[in-house]
């Protein structure tokens, strides 16, 4: 595709339950990133891919996140046992060239925990 | 206190106005600067990027930093309808972006 893709854009979850959100890099894209947006802040940092290796998770909030690009295209960020204080808008963003360049982003995948 | 601070508005100007945005930061180790513009319900998309301090322009858009006092802005001239929406500084030291806010902005035809 010509952008970044993010499945599912919408995603109400029980509490306790674990979550899957799907990011598709533009192809070629060597660096990926995973941003948390909470509702009327700023995105913040989750964790940094170069190609399938995962250089930076410093912004994981707990050990119930967890993500993988093991190919070194495609990404998945996993939350396990969600609670409440997870529900946001998570936005993947990727670019051309390692750790820097323009950042693309996708439209994000927003979680509502119930 | 965050890194990068920006006033979240909202602001709400007529048709033709100057927009001014403006975000302070207090990481001296911050080397590029940018403007993001968000849609509701869209990811961010860049405006501007500015390395150094001093003008930069492009088209309606002006980005201004000034490293000295730890302050960015961007000016919207002749706004639109069309530039409603949030608008977000960033900052960047090596790969991690700092975000503000977000300021919300509604241009009134």
């Known amino acids: 595709g010509a952008g970044v893709s993010q499945s599912p854009r919408y995603k109400v979850a029980k509490r306790g339950q674990d979550v899957a959100l799907r990011c598709d890099p533009i192809?070629?894209?060597?660096?990926l990133f995973w941003y948390q947006q909470a509702l009327g802040q700023g995105p913040e940092f989750l964790t940094y891919f170069q190609n399938e290796a995962q250089l930076d998770k410093s912004g994981l909030p707990s050990d119930r996140f967890f993500a993988e690009r093991p190919e070194g295209s495609v990404s998945t960020l996993k939350i396990q046992r969600t609670q409440q204080e997870d529900s946001a808008v998570y936005l993947c963003?990727?670019?051309?060239?390692?750790?820097?360049?323009?950042?693309?982003f996708g439209e994000g995948s927003r979680l509502t925990v119930l | 206190q965050k890194e990068v601070e920006q006033d979240p508005g909202p602001l709400s100007v007529p048709e033709g106005a100057i927009v001014s945005l403006n975000c302070t930061y207090s990481?001296?180790?911050?080397?590029?600067f940018m403007w993001y513009r968000q849609y509701s319900r869209k990811g961010p998309e860049l405006l501007m990027y500015?390395?150094?301090?001093g003008n930069k322009e492009d088209g309606r858009f002006t980005a201004q930093v000034d490293k000295s006092s730890k302050y960015i802005s961007l000016f919207i001239r002749d706004s639109q309808p069309s530039d409603s929406a949030t608008y977000l500084c960033?900052?960047?030291?090596?790969?991690?972006?700092?975000f503000g806010a977000g300021t919300t902005v509604t241009v009134r035809a």
């Open positions: 192809s070629g894209h060597v660096s």
């Open positions: 963003a990727s670019s051309l060239r390692r750790g820097t360049g323009e950042l693309f």
């Open positions: 500015t390395y150094s301090s």
């Open positions: 960033a900052m960047r030291n090596d790969y991690k972006l700092s």
């Open positions: 990481n001296s180790a911050f080397q590029y």
